[in-house]
Every structure is written in structure tokens, then in C-alpha cells.
Nanobody, 114 residues
Framework: QVQVVESGGGLVQPGGSLNLSCTASGSIFSMYSMGWFRENAAKQRELVAGITGDGNANYDDSVKGRFTISRDNSKNTVYLQMNSLKPEDTAVYYC????????WGQGTQVTVSS
């Protein structure tokens, strides 16, 4: 069983920045694909950004150029740097680890509001 824990959410003004962190247990972290998802109004989780074990990243079009996903395999940690935040980025953000099945964290609230 892989344990996933997110941190770093909060309240920020439009145009501001936040950095989310996520740690995942397991000795083979470097082999996990990691992803950040957020929950939409229909309570569905949508992929925001993903990164493979060897560092290849992909992004939803809505965050390209504003968000950056990265990982430090020595720390079993993946990051999501969010810049130029917009009110529509407000959501609960979930981190996932994937090794053939998904493991989820508890989620962290990001609120973008003036």
C-alpha cells in the first residue's frame, strides 16, 4: 500500500503563487508516475499535470505556461509550482501515485480570491 500525503494549499490572491508538495511512500518511488488532479464542480477529478518516473511532464491546456510539475526521487516528493493563479484554479487538489493502480492523497484546498 502506497501512502500519499499532500501539503501546501491555501488562500492566495489572483496573480499569486503557491507551491504544492506531495510525498509517497515506497522504495520504488522513482518508478511511479505521479500526477496532480483537481476536482471540478461535478466532483470529477481532472488531471492538471503529470510526470513520469524519468521526468517527462504533461499539462492540461488550462495550466500550460503557469504551472510546473517536478519531482525529487531522493525525497520521494513531487511538486506543483502554480504561478499566475486565477479564480478558476480554485479547487481541492489531489496528488496521485500510479504503479498500475492509483493511490490518492487526502487532498489540499487551493482558493484563489481577492
Amino acid at each position: 500500500q502506497v501512502q500519499v500525503v499532500e501539503s501546501g494549499g491555501g488562500l492566495v490572491q489572483p496573480g499569486g503563487s503557491l507551491n504544492l508538495s506531495c510525498t509517497a511512500s515506497g522504495s520504488i518511488f522513482s518508478m511511479y508516475s505521479m500526477g496532480w488532479f483537481r476536482e471540478n464542480a461535478a466532483k470529477q477529478r481532472e488531471l492538471v499535470a503529470g510526470i513520469t518516473g524519468d521526468g517527462n511532464a504533461n499539462y492540461d491546456d488550462s495550466v500550460k505556461g503557469r504551472f510546473t510539475i517536478s519531482r525529487d526521487n531522493s525525497k520521494n516528493t513531487v511538486y506543483l509550482q502554480m504561478n499566475s493563479l486565477k479564480p478558476e484554479d480554485t479547487a481541492v487538489y489531489y496528488c496521485s501515485a500510479f504503479d498500475g493502480e492509483y493511490y490518492w492523497g487526502q487532498g489540499t484546498q487551493v482558493t484563489v480570491s481577492s
